[in-house]
């Protein structure tokens, strides 16, 4: 079956086919981030206005750099949710229009099970089961996955997302958005060892996350700093850290919590080298396996959507037409 995904769910408009004897065939992606940026943050009228721009020649391009045309294609996947309603609107109006216009079967994926799947675009995939991380700009949470569409959410932030947290504090630093990325690299110039930043929520038991603290505690100590450059590397670097020990800390709890020896990262944040590295190094223990995917699908990209989607209408399901988008969709 080959599948042609649609993911429209914040500021990037992703567009890929995946065929399920070959793998991907095709993925396409436009960010919309330098829209955004003299705003501070994705303005979710400009995201929407910009996806209908550009999501038809995106189509048509994948379309050609597979070498397919409407023929060669047996169903549509478009993410459904969670994420902004007008830019959602955007996608499914397409998934809609082709799945009609090519009478094709149609799926809704949700965006989070996309990140949680997107290993499995990659060479050496994760068996089932596995315990997912998935952190983003909307997410935080820990997920027991026996299967696809098999998904119990073992933890989520009480408050802000990882990607948030970096976010908002890159911003207290006086970076652009999106600041996680910029932080991680201001952060590369720190000195450990001249903040010591709180690990929220990992004195006591349990598995779910809280970072609107962090993002509190980086806010006083910049107030209180001198703002030399320096400093903001080694207050980023403090942050830097303190994100990436409380998500291990979690990570091995739900590894602990359900004997699994396999652990997805995945999610904008699992870009970040720290994170990747210290994961990496905590495997040395032989006790669990890591596994994240390629960097271009570890942020928002239509490839993951392809391949949720072409799983679950191998498996015979189907979003019918009239189905409405989900701003809000619990996993
Ligand atoms: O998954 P994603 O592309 O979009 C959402 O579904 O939210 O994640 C975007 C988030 C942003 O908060 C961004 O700052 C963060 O992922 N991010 C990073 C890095 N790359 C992206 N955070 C820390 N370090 C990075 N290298
Ligand atoms: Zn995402």
Redesign the pocket.
């Known amino acids: 079956m080959i599948v042609l995904g649609i993911e429209t769910?914040?500021d990037?408009t992703g567009i890929a086919i995946y065929d399920n004897q070959r793998g991907l065939l095709a993925h396409e992606l436009y960010s919309q981030v330098k829209l955004h940026t003299d705003y501070g943050g994705v303005v979710p009228e400009l995201a929407s206005r910009d996806h209908v721009r550009k999501i038809v020649p995106l189509v048509e391009r994948t379309l050609q750099s597979a070498g397919l045309d409407k023929q060669g294609i047996d169903g549509i996947a478009y993410t459904r949710g969670p994420g902004l309603i007008g830019a959602l609107l955007v996608g499914s109006s397409m998934a809609r229009a082709l799945a009609y216009a090519w009478k094709k079967p149609m799926i809704g994926v949700h965006?989070m099970e996309g990140?949680l799947l997107a290993p499995m675009l990659d060479n050496n995939p994760p068996s089932f089961p596995f315990v997912a991380l998935l952190v983003?700009?909307?997410?935080s949470m820990l997920v027991d996955v026996k299967g696809i569409g098999e998904y119990r959410v073992l933890g989520e932030s009480v408050d802000d997302a990882a990607?948030?947290a970096?976010?908002k504090t890159a911003k207290l630093l006086g970076l652009d958005y999106?600041?996680?990325?910029l932080?991680?690299k201001l952060a590369e110039e720190g000195e450990t060892g001249h903040y010591q930043f709180p690990r929220p929520m990992t004195d006591r038991p349990g598995l779910d996350f809280s970072f609107s603290g962090l993002k509190t505690f980086a806010a006083n100590t910049i107030r209180s700093c001198d703002g030399a450059h320096q400093t903001h590397a080694n207050i980023a670097l403090a942050f830097e850290e303190a994100i990436v020990d409380t998500l291990l800390i979690k990570c091995k709890r739900a590894l602990k919590q359900t004997a699994y020896k396999r652990l997805v990262l995945a999610?904008?944040?699992a870009?970040?080298?720290r994170l990747r590295a210290s994961f990496e190094n905590a495997t040395k223990s032989g006790a669990f396996e890591v596994f994240y995917p390629s960097l271009a699908y570890?942020?928002?990209n239509g490839a993951m959507i392809a391949y949720a989607g072409c799983q679950r209408l191998v498996a015979g399901q189907r979003t019918e037409i009239s189905a409405t988008s989900l701003p809000r969709w619990p996993l």
Do not use: M, R
């Open positions: 769910s914040c990037e965006h990140h983003s700009g909307g997410h990607g948030e970096f976010d999106p600041g996680g990325p932080l991680s999610g904008g944040v870009a970040n080298k570890c942020t928002d």
